[in-house]
Structures are given as structure tokens and as C-alpha cells.
């Protein structure tokens, strides 16, 4: 009994034994390994095939020329004062004074370099004071030739009543149509004092004739009769003659008895 049990130990020993060799052998057999994944395609290239070549070339398609374009038109762009064409010349204002009728004057010199011929110019006024000429006369827009050097007197076109009152005039220029320098001599101001309300003078005109001094006497009178012309006799008795001369003779006629 001893005997059976220990061969079945034994052989139940064995068994496990033996399969674990058989694994190990398994393992290592050559054709027992996994397969391997298969290397992969290079990539596919496509390659262009030429296209034959024309025997004969395709002449080039001719274009119509396009016209050319258009041109703006010209626009007249206003002129600014830096681009004012003209002379350059600097004009003083060197007076103020009244011409006929209480006309408000004004003296301008032109101190060169250039000559002004039909230079226009801005005239601006403004009088204090008492009166319808009082207030803001202007910008007014003059011309003016003169030479370099040369003066000129203008007349502004306003009159002063300074019949209410003194006035005092402001007046300044300005260069339009020409190029000034010198703004520093371009204003003056000055006081009219006021003037009384003339009085009407009439004029008495007198002739004096000559005078004719003559002694006249009456030394006769004639046809003294009922329905008779009378006449009467009159003698000069000097100093003048008398020549183209009238006079009267007053008669009293009393009625025969």
C-alpha cells in the first residue's frame, strides 16, 4: 500500500514537470513564432507624359490696342494770396485831408521797387462820431497806377458832415493784385474837427446909370381955344442934354366964362 502511493506521488510529481518543458521547447521552436506585419509600399508616383509637339507653331492671336484714356479736364483752381500774380511794391497811406464838398481824401505813395499800373487795392474806413457819414465804410475794392516813388491822391467816395460834430477817421489798405512787404504804413488816423452852419449870403446887385441934370422950363403955352390941341414950349436950360428922355406935364384947366 505504501508502495502504490509513493508511484502516484511520484508520477503526479512528473506530469507537471513535463509540461512545463514542453512550453519551454514550444517557445523556442522556429516556426512557432507570431507573424510579423508586412513592410509597407513606397509611395506610387505618377509621372506626366508630355504632350507631342506641334510640327507647326500656333501663330500669336492679335489684340486690338485699347485707347488711350480719357483726360481729365482742366480745372481752374483759385490762386492763393502766397500764388497772387502781379508786382511787388510797398503802398503807404501818407494822408488824410477833405477835398470840395467835404469829400474824404487819401494820399498813397508807392515806395517801390516795382511800378503799379491798374493796381487794385482794398479800402476800409471807420468813423467816430456824430452824423450819417458816422459808421464802417468798406472793404471797397480800388485800383491805382502809379510809379515807383511816385504819389497819388484819391478820393474814397465818402463826404463827412461835420456840421454835427468833429469826426475821426480810421482808414486803412490792403494790396490785392500785388505782393506788399511793408503792412506797417498800410493805416492812418486823423480828426476833422466840426464846422459851423454857414449862413446864407445874398448878393444885392445895384446899377448905377449915368446921371443926367438938365434945367427944364416951360415958356409957353399956344392954341389955347375951345377944342384945341394945346401945346406947350419947353426950353432946356442946360448942363446935359437931353436925349431919348420922358416927363410929364400936369395941367389945370379952368372953363372960360
Known amino acids: 500500500m505504501n508502495a502504490k502511493n509513493s508511484r502516484q506521488k511520484r508520477n ?34 505618377t509621372l506626366a507624359v508630355p504632350a507631342a509637339a506641334s510640327a507647326t507653331p500656333a501663330p500669336p492671336v492679335a489684340s486690338t490696342p485699347s485707347a488711350p484714356p480719357a483726360e481729365p479736364p482742366p480745372t481752374d483752381t483759385p490762386l492763393t494770396p502766397s500764388e497772387t500774380p502781379g508786382p511787388s511794391a510797398d503802398l503807404a497811406l501818407t494822408a ?54 511816385g504819389s497819388v491822391t484819391l478820393d474814397s467816395g465818402v463826404k463827412l458832415d461835420l456840421y454835427q460834430g468833429p469826426l475821426t477817421v480810421s482808414a486803412s489798405i490792403t494790396a490785392d493784385t500785388f505782393a506788399d512787404g511793408n503792412a506797417g504804413n498800410n493805416s492812418l488816423k486823423k480828426t476833422f474837427p466840426a464846422q459851423v452852419t454857414p449862413t446864407p449870403t445874398w448878393a444885392i446887385i445895384v446899377t448905377i446909370l449915368p446921371l443926367t441934370i438938365a434945367d427944364v422950363q416951360i415958356v409957353g403955352l399956344y392954341n389955347l381955344g375951345l377944342g384945341k390941341t394945346m401945346n406947350v414950349h419947353i426950353r432946356n436950360n442946360g448942363a446935359s442934354d437931353l436925349a431919348n428922355v420922358s416927363g410929364s406935364v400936369a395941367c389945370y384947366v379952368n372953363s372960360q366964362p
Not at 514537470?17 to 509611395?43: I, Y
Not at 488824410?96 to 515806395?111: E, H, I, S
Not at 479800402?123 to 475794392?141: C, D, M, N, Q, Y
Request: hydrophobic share 40%; net charge positive.
Open 12 to 45: 503526479a510529481l512528473l506530469l507537471p514537470a513535463g509540461l512545463l518543458l514542453l512550453a519551454v521547447m514550444a517557445c523556442n521552436l522556429p516556426g512557432a513564432s507570431p507573424p510579423q506585419a508586412p513592410p509597407p509600399l513606397p509611395p506610387t508616383i
Open 96 to 149: 488824410l485831408q477833405l477835398g470840395p464838398g467835404n469829400a474824404l481824401q487819401f494820399r498813397l505813395k508807392n515806395n517801390g521797387p516795382d511800378r503799379l499800373d491798374k493796381a487794385y487795392f482794398l479800402l476800409r474806413l471807420e468813423i467816430t462820431g456824430s452824423g450819417p457819414s458816422a459808421g464802417t465804410h468798406g472793404p471797397s475794392r480800388m485800383w491805382v497806377a502809379v510809379k515807383s516813388g
